[in-house]
């Protein structure tokens, strides 16, 4: 068979013009088929869009989440908490972005932003021709909507995903204007790993507002979008660099940047600004965010807490100096390293400026990386036990109320105190008593027998409620759980609330609750529709030492802290002062603590130590005009220390940190007493008291006017004519046997300590070479009292069992010079005694009541214990 034959021209001929006729018809039809497709996706696309759902996110901006910048008082950045998704996050209004950054974006991501409807159909077409000529992806052609699409409701990377990302992105531009888009964008979209949002990325790369960054800093955050991770400078500069200067390119090409501004970019190099530790003053932070620094200031009340300002303040101001911060830091590791031959494991510090009570120096521990150590407490919150700290408050309330001065004379002798477990006899850390000390010598030098006496002349009762108004609200149980040894410290508070007590002495008697915050920037309410965050309200009741008021501020956003109130008086103004010329005292420490301490510095500070019992914490506390130090130097689990006291533990610590703070508020002297209130005289040295001719040694000392107006004559002194030949009183002696000597006259109370100790007390017999004494020998001086020393009224005595001998305790009286013989009256029966005055007692179950009596001596009070 032959093959067949093709059609002729002439066949062709025919055909075309049996079609032409035709031809429109068809060419009408492809064009309609031609539109068809180019517009059914299109139509399909908006009718997608109209059915999808605007985000949340855009719906209820309110809900967005932003890391919060936490600042110090000069603006210095110490942390940035991220948001809830992980991610630093500020928000940025527009407005406030600055050009640079919009035009660059605009030229890097999409140069037809304004004029497209949310998809960009030649930028559609540009890529799919690249697409076939090239067979590969050359160019994208996602718009700047699709990217902020993309970023709200992330969708795989399929056709139908690519196709709900564009209809989506047609909702926003139907919903939202450009500015409100632009700006989505510039806050949503990731601007490197970890980092959502221009501002976030503008303050971590480069430390500054995006509005000051330069044209070539613009650009290179600009870049970022197209691959945060790609592009990440801190893994190489090179590639950033590269799409930076392919982005200024197109700047110029679109007539977005001229020439000389885009050559003077290109030649600029990527600085990244330096970063610090990013761990400034964690303790603090997490107070302040917690709302842990008093009842009030925590997110149950709206206050400065984790749930009202973390996510919703972009920037919170601390009012603590970084400077500071971080010296004192340094200074904690070095104590705890240094002492870790002692059983020291921690150390915490906190630093107050006096006339606002504004944190300066937060440390709760030397690392709060030191999981040995327990590092993650905070000692600046943690109850431990004050020790001596407390002591100047029970004196200054004690002038107050029981009319006593610095000069007051108190007893530092062996003395016992009733508890609800039977008695309690204080000791002085040295192990010694001193007898009769002046008030000042008593508090400079923290004696414990003469703070535990005064705290019984009050009554812990009111002991208590003084130092619960000076803001030591953990001492919240009964008076009686304390008793007096309240006055040693024996209960526990915060370091923070007892250095804030201190900044109330500093402050002339005036509380001022703790602040913790200076300022607040929240999310931009007047930009995006966020409601302001809530007030942190402060609670100006004592022991509630709080984050200050936060309102919010006339600018975008901004909230500041009101001013420093007035505060509330709690102490006597002069007597507030004789405290801390006492504190300020170095030569009447000198007895305990001997020359050049740790308290001693080159500048005036009124300062005190404390150790607790079993030497579980040391504590220094101090302050000059200006500024508050306290410092606990101890063990996060308790344990104790290998001996170390205050002084040798805290004291140092105290010291350098003292040191510190000068630097950033130069010292200066207390103002000096106000000549209307208080007056300086002259006391003596024994008594206190207005010096007479034989006392031997006077003290200037600082006394309220009154109180130094009704100065009695001293009465401890007495000239005593005696035989110069034994040393006995001189009864009918000539005159050449005789001589005068100066003696010290004790009470009841001070004479058995006045005897062991050999102090120069007269004789109390006559010289037989001179014959009687005029009234007899042997008789008490005017106004001689007797007492009962030892038991306490109130004692309790339980029998133990176990036992088989006899079991006693010893009594003891009191007894001033001239008394001879005196009797113990034990449940009405009397019972002969002579020197030293006491007698074994065999306990006997059952009540019991005991005086003392000695002829020409008034008795003491009567007692009552108890025997089970």
Same mark, same amino acid.
């Given at each position: 068979m032959g093959a067949p034959s093709s059609p002729g021209p002439g066949r062709a001929r025919r055909w075309l013009a049996a079609a032409r006729p035709r031809l429109p018809l068809l060419l009408r039809r492809a064009a309609r088929i031609a539109l068809a497709l180019a517009v059914a996706p299109w139509l399909l696309l908006a009718v997608a869009a109209a059915l999808t759902k605007l985000p949340p996110e855009l719906a209820a901006p309110e809900e967005r989440a932003v890391s919060t910048v936490l600042l110090d008082r000069h603006g210095t950045v110490l942390r940035e908490l991220r948001a809830g998704d992980g991610a630093r996050a500020r928000w940025l209004p527009l407005a406030e972005a600055g050009d640079r950054i919009q035009r660059a974006l605009l030229a890097a991501e999409d140069r037809r932003f304004a004029v497209h409807p949310g998809v960009d159909p030649i930028a559609i077409a540009r890529a799919l021709g690249q697409l076939a000529a090239e067979r590969r992806v050359v160019s994208g052609a996602s718009t700047i909507t699709q990217q902020l699409a993309r970023a709200l409701v992330p969708r795989p990377r399929t056709v139908r995903g690519k196709l709900g990302e564009m209809a989506l992105a047609l909702r926003i531009e139907a919903s939202l204007s450009k500015r409100e888009i632009l700006e989505q964008y510039l806050n949503r979209v990731a601007f490197g790993p970890g980092l959502r949002g221009v501002e976030a990325a503008s303050r971590f790369y480069f430390d500054k507002p995006t509005a000051d960054l330069s044209l070539a800093e613009a650009a290179a955050l600009a870049s970022m979008p197209r691959g945060p991770t790609l592009y990440d400078p801190r893994r190489g500069a090179g590639p950033l660099e590269r799409?930076?200067?392919?982005?200024?390119?197109?700047?110029?090409?679109?007539?977005?940047?001229?020439?000389?501004?885009?050559?003077?970019?290109?030649? =600029?190099?990527?600085?990244?600004?330096?970063?610090?530790?990013?761990?400034?003053?964690?303790? &603090?932070?997490?107070?302040?965010?917690?709302?842990? &620094?008093?009842?009030?200031?925590?997110?149950?009340?709206?206050?400065?807490?984790?749930?009202?300002?973390?996510?919703?303040?972009?920037?919170?101001?601390?009012?603590?100096?970084?400077?500071?911060?971080?010296?004192?830091?340094?200074?904690?590791?070095?104590?705890?390293?240094?002492?870790?031959?002692?059983?020291?494991?921690?150390?915490?510090? !906190?630093?107050?400026?006096?006339?606002?009570?504004?944190?300066?120096?937060?440390?709760?521990?030397?690392?709060?990386?030191?999981?040995?150590?327990?590092?993650?407490?905070?000692?600046?919150?943690?109850?431990?036990?004050?020790?001596?700290?407390?002591?100047?408050? !029970?004196? =200054?309330?004690?002038?107050?109320?029981?009319?006593?001065?610095?000069?007051?004379?108190?007893?530092?002798? =062996?003395?016992?105190?009733?508890?609800?477990?039977?008695?309690?006899?204080?000791?002085?850390?040295?192990?010694?008593?001193?007898?009769?000390?002046?008030?000042?010598?008593? &508090?400079?030098?923290?004696?414990?027998?003469?703070? !535990?006496?005064?705290?019984?002349?009050?009554?812990?009762?009111?002991?208590?409620?003084r130092l619960r108004e000076l803001g030591l609200g953990s001492l919240d149980r009964e008076p009686s759980r304390y008793g007096v040894a309240i006055a040693l410290g024996d209960g526990e508070v915060r370091l923070l609330d007892l250095a804030n007590a201190y900044a109330t002495l500093a402050r002339g008697g005036v509380y001022l609750p703790v602040r913790a915050v200076r300022a607040l920037s929240l999310a931009s309410p007047a930009v995006s529709g966020v409601a302001p965050a809530p007030r942190a309200v402060s609670d100006a009741a004592p022991g509630r030492g709080a984050v200050s008021d936060v309102a919010p501020a006339r600018g975008a956003g901004d909230a500041a802290v009101d001013p420093p109130g007035r505060g509330a008086r709690v102490l006597d103004a002069a007597r507030a002062r004789v405290i801390v010329d006492i504190l300020a005292d170095d030569k009447a420490r000198i007895a305990s603590f001997g020359e050049g301490s740790a308290l001693d510095l080159p500048f005036p500070v009124a300062a005190k130590t404390g150790t607790s019992k079993g030497f579980r914490d040391n504590l220094a506390v101090g302050f000059t005009p200006d500024v508050t130090v306290a410092v606990w130097v101890g063990n996060f689990d308790g344990s104790p220390m290998g001996g170390i006291s205050g002084i040798t533990g805290a004291g140092p610590l105290f010291r350098d940190a003292m040191l510190a703070a000068a630097r950033v508020r130069p010292p200066r002297p207390f103002d000096p007493p106000d000549p209307e209130l208080l007056a300086e005289v002259e006391v003596c040295g024994l008594s206190g008291m207005k010096p007479t001719a034989v006392c031997p040694h006077r003290r200037r000392e600082l006394l309220p006017r009154a109180d130094a107006a009704a100065l009695a004559p001293c009465d401890m002194h007495e000239a005593v004519r005696v035989d110069r030949r034994n040393g006995l009183r001189a009864g009918a002696c000539p005159d050449a046997a005789v001589e005068e000597r100066v003696f010290e006259r004790y009470d009841a109370e001070l004479t058995a300590w006045a005897r062991a100790a050999g102090r120069p007390i007269a004789p109390e017999e006559a010289s037989p070479l001179c014959g009687p004494l005029p009234g007899g020998d042997g008789v008490p001086p005017a106004g001689a009292r007797v007492r009962v020393a030892y038991p306490p009224d109130g004692a309790r005595f339980v029998l133990d069992p176990s036992v088989n001998s006899q079991q006693a305790i010893r009594l003891r009286a009191d007894v001033p010079p001239g008394v001879r013989r005196a009797r113990f009256v034990l449940d009405g029966r009397p019972i002969e005694v002579g020197p030293p005055f006491s007698l074994d007692w065999p306990l006997v179950a059952g009540a019991h009541r005991l005086r003392v009596e000695a002829d020409g001596a008034s008795a003491g009070e009567e007692i009552a214990f108890s025997v089970e």
């Amino acid at each position: 068979m032959g093959a067949p034959s093709s059609p002729g021209p002439g066949r062709a001929r025919r055909w075309l013009a049996a079609a032409r006729p035709r031809l429109p018809l068809l060419l009408r039809r492809a064009a309609r088929i031609a539109l068809a497709l180019a517009v059914a996706p299109w139509l399909l696309l908006a009718v997608a869009a109209a059915l999808t759902k605007l985000p949340p996110e855009l719906a209820a901006p309110e809900e967005r989440a932003v890391s919060t910048v936490l600042l110090d008082r000069h603006g210095t950045v110490l942390r940035e908490l991220r948001a809830g998704d992980g991610a630093r996050a500020r928000w940025l209004p527009l407005a406030e972005a600055g050009d640079r950054i919009q035009r660059a974006l605009l030229a890097a991501e999409d140069r037809r932003f304004a004029v497209h409807p949310g998809v960009d159909p030649i930028a559609i077409a540009r890529a799919l021709g690249q697409l076939a000529a090239e067979r590969r992806v050359v160019s994208g052609a996602s718009t700047i909507t699709q990217q902020l699409a993309r970023a709200l409701v992330p969708r795989p990377r399929t056709v139908r995903g690519k196709l709900g990302e564009m209809a989506l992105a047609l909702r926003i531009e139907a919903s939202l204007s450009k500015r409100e888009i632009l700006e989505q964008y510039l806050n949503r979209v990731a601007f490197g790993p970890g980092l959502r949002g221009v501002e976030a990325a503008s303050r971590f790369y480069f430390d500054k507002p995006t509005a000051d960054l330069s044209l070539a800093e613009a650009a290179a955050l600009a870049s970022m979008p197209r691959g945060p991770t790609l592009y990440d400078p801190r893994r190489g500069a090179g590639p950033l660099e590269r799409r930076r200067n392919r982005v200024l390119d197109r700047m110029l090409a679109a007539g977005l940047a001229g020439e000389a501004e885009v050559a003077r970019a290109r030649a =600029e190099p990527i600085a990244l600004a330096p970063k610090g530790s990013g761990l400034g003053a964690p303790h &603090l932070v997490r107070a302040v965010l917690a709302g842990a &620094l008093g009842p009030g200031a925590g997110p149950e009340a709206g206050g400065a807490g984790a749930a009202p300002l973390r996510g919703r303040a972009s920037s919170i101001t601390l009012t603590i100096d970084r400077g500071l911060q971080r010296e004192i830091e340094v200074l904690a590791q070095q104590t705890v390293r240094g002492l870790s031959d002692r059983d020291v494991g921690a150390a915490a510090v !906190v630093v107050l400026e006096n006339a606002t009570g504004e944190i300066l120096a937060y440390v709760g521990s030397h690392d709060i990386e030191d999981a040995a150590g327990l590092g993650h407490n905070d000692g600046v919150l943690a109850l431990r036990q004050p020790g001596s700290a407390l002591k100047p408050f !029970v004196y =200054e309330l004690a002038m107050e109320q029981l009319g006593f001065t610095a000069a007051t004379v108190l007893p530092d002798v =062996e003395l016992s105190f009733p508890t609800a477990d039977g008695s309690y006899a204080p000791r002085n850390y040295d192990g010694r008593f001193h007898g009769p000390v002046r008030l000042r010598d008593a &508090l400079a030098s923290s004696y414990n027998v003469p703070a !535990v006496w005064t705290a019984a002349a009050l009554g812990p009762e009111r002991v208590l409620a003084r130092l619960r108004e000076l803001g030591l609200g953990s001492l919240d149980r009964e008076p009686s759980r304390y008793g007096v040894a309240i006055a040693l410290g024996d209960g526990e508070v915060r370091l923070l609330d007892l250095a804030n007590a201190y900044a109330t002495l500093a402050r002339g008697g005036v509380y001022l609750p703790v602040r913790a915050v200076r300022a607040l920037s929240l999310a931009s309410p007047a930009v995006s529709g966020v409601a302001p965050a809530p007030r942190a309200v402060s609670d100006a009741a004592p022991g509630r030492g709080a984050v200050s008021d936060v309102a919010p501020a006339r600018g975008a956003g901004d909230a500041a802290v009101d001013p420093p109130g007035r505060g509330a008086r709690v102490l006597d103004a002069a007597r507030a002062r004789v405290i801390v010329d006492i504190l300020a005292d170095d030569k009447a420490r000198i007895a305990s603590f001997g020359e050049g301490s740790a308290l001693d510095l080159p500048f005036p500070v009124a300062a005190k130590t404390g150790t607790s019992k079993g030497f579980r914490d040391n504590l220094a506390v101090g302050f000059t005009p200006d500024v508050t130090v306290a410092v606990w130097v101890g063990n996060f689990d308790g344990s104790p220390m290998g001996g170390i006291s205050g002084i040798t533990g805290a004291g140092p610590l105290f010291r350098d940190a003292m040191l510190a703070a000068a630097r950033v508020r130069p010292p200066r002297p207390f103002d000096p007493p106000d000549p209307e209130l208080l007056a300086e005289v002259e006391v003596c040295g024994l008594s206190g008291m207005k010096p007479t001719a034989v006392c031997p040694h006077r003290r200037r000392e600082l006394l309220p006017r009154a109180d130094a107006a009704a100065l009695a004559p001293c009465d401890m002194h007495e000239a005593v004519r005696v035989d110069r030949r034994n040393g006995l009183r001189a009864g009918a002696c000539p005159d050449a046997a005789v001589e005068e000597r100066v003696f010290e006259r004790y009470d009841a109370e001070l004479t058995a300590w006045a005897r062991a100790a050999g102090r120069p007390i007269a004789p109390e017999e006559a010289s037989p070479l001179c014959g009687p004494l005029p009234g007899g020998d042997g008789v008490p001086p005017a106004g001689a009292r007797v007492r009962v020393a030892y038991p306490p009224d109130g004692a309790r005595f339980v029998l133990d069992p176990s036992v088989n001998s006899q079991q006693a305790i010893r009594l003891r009286a009191d007894v001033p010079p001239g008394v001879r013989r005196a009797r113990f009256v034990l449940d009405g029966r009397p019972i002969e005694v002579g020197p030293p005055f006491s007698l074994d007692w065999p306990l006997v179950a059952g009540a019991h009541r005991l005086r003392v009596e000695a002829d020409g001596a008034s008795a003491g009070e009567e007692i009552a214990f108890s025997v089970e």
